[in-house]
């Protein structure tokens, strides 16, 4: 029998040619924190049941990783629609979308094949169960496209065949279950029997299937809700739904057709309508001078409050920006996180006394002085910048902590009005291919930090991991106290990012850490044809990372 040489954690090791890398995950679990999910062969990511056919080094990924983290998520999926496919039939698993995701919740639509009852969850999950306990095997099968794009016609599932009618290679990967074929993007585990740690609950019109937190990835925390965000989620995606786009391949169509001028005005226009409406809803509210702006990164909060702004004035208001970012501590008291680096997202990094006693006198009438903050020296300045509040003035106020209470605590709860603004795409992939609305943001802050500040993709893909754990501390879990929720993303608009975002995903070194998410996100951008930036308007908060905004972000 052949033998290769196997590098892992240092160590050269011999093995039969034909080796599984599951086999060899079986054999090195144990020097692991979390259990094995994916691999890499020299760098280049592959699923478990790859073979060994040659002298390389072998690294592993485990539910704690990224990497790992999704394949376990992307696996769950399959086997909640086999369990579809099984109790239901071929109709109802064909015809259920993978939504958004609320909390640690994968929303699921099964648009009446499954009605949405407790009974329904349990048999659900009492099937995922089985095959868990069956250890099912997963298998993976290439196609030509044309060959695929026939059998998803067969099966139903035109909107595959549809994406597939985009797809530039001649070869496509499938799934199957035991009879159920699916299409996923990314990487699956080799068996059920990996999928331990799930639960199946019902909720509105459909199943909410809980999945644990990469953080935390043998523990499935109980559903929470969040009704205004779960509302806000259900709107956007009722507006594909009338507007004929759900998926990447609706909107290729409807690039191909040369019809975007007007989706991207029509899209506009709605944005601008419901921006207009939470302008009346604040100005109606006679004891507001606070508007408080809080989201994650990337949301577009300075565009949007920009065009808030301007709606206020129509209504006779006078609004002033203000950001949160000038209260911040002198750069030497900002807390340090657990690595000892300054951690400039937590509350403690904001002068929270100060803010309140200027927001208090200015609300009593008097004269303040407000403070800048050079970022440069690192220190709070004052140049002379007083403002005193008239009748229709409004304190326009911006910054990750705007919803959180401790915040604002001096101030009366009549003056203010919360408004939480986020990128919450619901454009799918296809319909068991949902698009997170995480990877929205990063592609928008990769093409912003590359145009504002210079920043390598490379850099921004590192940092991301530490932005997000802020939003998870500081921001999510005060979003449902909000007034308002407005969604920012555009339908279209990871179309116009992809020209800008690809190049400078392509600048990543193979041997960087941050190259496997660069190639999966490279992978995600080649589903979609390009739009031109120059088709929208200067004022679209997508100009906000793109460029070209009249508002001069």
């Not at 698993?93 to 640690?104: L, N």
């Not at 095997?137 to 196609?143: L, N």
């Amino acid at each position: 029998m052949e033998m290769v040489t196997v590098t892992i954690h240092g160590r050269q090791k011999e093995v039969p040619q034909g080796t599984t890398l599951e086999e060899l995950a079986a054999e090195y679990q144990q020097e692991y924190d979390g259990m094995i999910a994916a691999a890499s062969i020299n760098g280049k990511i592959r699923e478990l049941f790859k073979k060994v056919i040659k002298d390389c080094t072998v690294d592993f990924f485990t539910l704690k990783d990224e990497v790992g983290h999704k394949t376990y998520m992307r696996t769950a999926v399959m086997l909640f629609l086999k369990s579809v496919y099984d109790l239901f039939g071929a109709q109802a698993a064909q015809g259920s979308r993978v939504e958004f995701s609320i909390g640690r919740g994968i929303y699921v639509s099964t648009y009446g094949h499954v009605p949405a009852t407790m009974e329904n969850a349990v048999k659900l999950k009492k099937r995922m169960r089985q095959l868990a306990e069956d250890k099912v095997t997963i298998m993976k099968r290439k196609y030509h496209l044309e060959d695929a794009m026939e059998l998803f016609r067969e099966k139903g599932m035109e909107d595959k065949a549809k994406l597939f009618r985009y797809r530039m290679s001649s070869m496509v990967n499938i799934y199957e279950v035991d009879g159920f074929y699916d299409y996923y993007y990314g990487y699956m585990l080799p068996n059920a029997g990996y999928v331990k740690w799930f639960d199946v609950i019902s909720y509105e019109k459909g199943f909410m299937l809980m999945i644990p937190a990469m953080e935390t990835p043998e523990k499935v925390e109980e559903f929470t809700e969040r009704r205004k965000l779960f509302a806000t989620m259900e709107n956007a995606g009722e507006w594909g739904r009338v507007a004929g786009i759900e998926t990447v391949g609706d909107l290729n169509d409807q690039i191909c057709r040369g019809s975007m001028s007007d989706l991207i005005l029509v899209q506009e226009a709605e944005q601008e309508r419901k921006i207009g409406e939470i302008a009346k809803e604040i100005a109606g509210r006679g004891h507001v001078k606070f508007v408080m702006i809080a989201g994650p990164s990337s949301s577009g909060k300075t565009s949007f409050s920009h065009r808030l702004s301007i709606q206020l004035r129509t209504l006779g208001k006078t609004p002033h920006p203000i950001a949160l970012d000038n209260y911040f501590v002198d750069r030497e008291l900002t807390p340090k996180d657990e690595k000892g680096e300054y951690n400039f997202e937590c509350l403690g990094a904001i002068d929270v006394k100060l803010f309140n006693e200027d927001m208090t006198r200015l609300l009593a009438g008097e004269r303040v002085e407000l403070p800048s903050f050079n970022f440069k020296i690192g220190k709070r300045e004052y140049k002379g910048d007083y403002m005193q509040l008239g009748e229709n003035d409004i304190l326009v106020i911006e910054g990750i902590h705007g919803l959180n209470e401790k915040m604002s605590y001096a101030l009366p709860e009549e003056s203010k009005y919360k408004i939480y603004i986020s990128a919450l795409t619901t454009l799918n992939i296809d319909r068991h291919n949902r698009i997170s609305t995480t990877d929205g943001r990063l592609l928008r802050r990769l093409v912003r930090d590359a145009r504002t500040r210079g920043s390598s993709a490379q850099r921004t893909i590192r940092m991301w991991p530490s932005v997000r754990k802020g939003e998870e501390e500081n921001i999510f879990p005060f979003q449902e106290g909000a007034d308002a929720m407005f969604n920012s993303a555009l339908i279209y608009e990871l179309a116009v990012l992809k020209p800008f975002a690809e190049p400078l995903l392509f600048q990543i070194p193979k041997d960087a850490p941050e190259y496997y998410e660069a190639k999966r996100l490279l992978k995600f951008l080649d589903y979609f044809l390009s739009v031109p930036s120059e088709s929208l308007p200067n004022n679209s908060l997508c100009r906000e990372f793109v460029g070209g905004s009249c508002f001069n972000v």
